[in-house]
C-alpha cells in the first residue's frame, strides 16, 4: 500500500487545516478544491455549501456571515486574492503550526489513502 501525502482537510470542531493548522480552507486545499473542480465556480460553491451547515453550527467566535465568507465566499476569487488574503492574516507562528502538524499526526488523524 503506497503513502500519499496527507489531505488538507479540516480538524473538527475547531475548523483548522489538519496539515498547516490555517483556518479552512487553507490555501493548499482551496487550490486543490479550485483544480478538481476544474475553475467551475458553481460546481465548487455546491460542493463547499456541503461543509457550510456543520461550520455554522461548530465554529464558535465568528458571525454567521464571517464563516459563510470562509467557507464559501472565496470560491468566486482568482487565486492572487487568496495569496494576499492568507499573507495579510498570517501571524507568521511557524512554532505554533508544527506543533500543531505533529499532534495531529500522533493523534493518527492522517488516514492512509489507496
Same mark, same amino acid.
Not at 4 to 25: E, F, K, M, Q, T
Not at 50 to 62: C, F, Q, S, V
Not at 82 to 95: I, K, M, P
Given at each position: ?18 496539515? +498547516? %493548522?490555517? @483556518?479552512?480552507?487553507?490555501? #493548499?486545499?482551496k ?7 476544474q475553475?467551475?465556480? /458553481?460546481t ?8 457550510l451547515r456543520?461550520?455554522?453550527?461548530e465554529i ?6 464571517d ?7 472565496? +470560491? %468566486?476569487? @482568482?487565486l492572487?486574492?487568496? #495569496? ?11 512554532d505554533? /503550526?508544527?506543533r500543531?502538524y505533529?499532534s ?8 492512509r489513502h489507496?
Amino acid at each position: 500500500m503506497a503513502d500519499y501525502p496527507a489531505i488538507h482537510g479540516p480538524s473538527r470542531p475547531d475548523w483548522n487545516c489538519l496539515v +498547516c %493548522g490555517d @483556518p479552512w480552507p487553507c490555501l #493548499v486545499r482551496k487550490r486543490q478544491l479550485k483544480e478538481l473542480c476544474q475553475c467551475n465556480i /458553481r460546481t465548487l460553491v455546491r460542493y463547499m455549501n456541503e461543509y457550510l451547515r456543520d461550520a455554522h453550527a461548530e465554529i464558535t467566535g465568528l458571525s454567521t456571515a464571517d464563516i459563510t465568507e470562509r467557507i464559501v465566499g472565496w +470560491c %468566486g476569487r @482568482p487565486l492572487e486574492m487568496w #495569496v494576499v488574503q492568507e499573507h495579510s492574516a498570517d501571524s507568521g507562528d511557524q512554532d505554533s /503550526r508544527r506543533r500543531r502538524y505533529e499532534s495531529n499526526q500522533k493523534a493518527g488523524r492522517y488516514g492512509r489513502h489507496g
